[in-house]
């Protein structure tokens, strides 16, 4: 690219990042816009609960937006990994893998986050297909199916309470020995929820689809849909290594104006928040291109 220098960059150029690119776009913003192109969902099949794109392929609905962006022509987009970032007096230095340097007053990371998936068999292949993470996102697609939830003590009993809104045939997989209290155990148990404490061997599955667990025991049940919430770490290491604060979670902090703790920093999207969804992070860009746009103005007036 012969340019070098823009107002902002942007790291991260799935739904949150081409958000606020539209945003800064339509403000006559010069901007960047860096992706590597490895979205968190690249192996869901469908997106929902977002209106005007309901039930439509996550590539399709990325692929349009980056269409209509790349119609304000301030906004250009570079293919290629963001591995490097400096501060300097005048605002910051991002390097790319290729060796390219590109500068400018104001970053947003809209980078997501990396999720680290359990080493049982199968799981990986099910994950964003029939393994889910959010019931708004996939629930009414699974309603009333056999489902297994994964996880234990007190987020295994929230996350049943949950679940059992979309389907009561529930049953919950401590993977180990449940760290459920006595009461919690007895209200699920109330509610008609099976507790399978066995270790889980692996997933039987037809191309993502789950059809059963296998306990380490040989035991196995029967189920169309999983839920579970896998740890997960920042996609991308550079806000931290530039000093931006994260939260207990292991999400970047941001306040409400999607500002971190560095000045000139900012971040959207699912590598700041647990509501992951293609809706949010489209919420949360826009407004970050906003408020990017006006701490310029207020720089600059």
Partial sequence: MEQKHFEVIIVGGSYSGLSAAMSLGRSLRQVLVIDSGLPCNRQTPHSHNFLTQDGEKPAVISAKAKLQVDIYKTVQFYNGLAVKALKTENGFEITTESGEIFTARKVLFATGVRDLLPEIEGFAACWGISVLHCPYCHGYEVKNEKTAIIANGEMGFEYAKLISNWTKDLRLCTNGKSELSLEQTQILKNHDVQIFEEEIKSFEHNEGYIKKIIFKNGENVEVNAIYARPAFE???????????????QGLLKVDAMQK???????????????????????????FAGAVINKELIDEEF
Avoid: K, W, Y
């Fill in 260 to 286: 971190t703790n560095i000045a000139g920093v900012f971040a959207s999207g699912d590598c700041t928040t647990q509501m992951r969804s293609v809706a949010i992070a489209v919420s949360t860009g826009s």
């Fill in 234 to 248: 920042q996609h991308c290491p550079i806000p931290e290594i530039l000093g931006c604060d994260i939260n207990e």
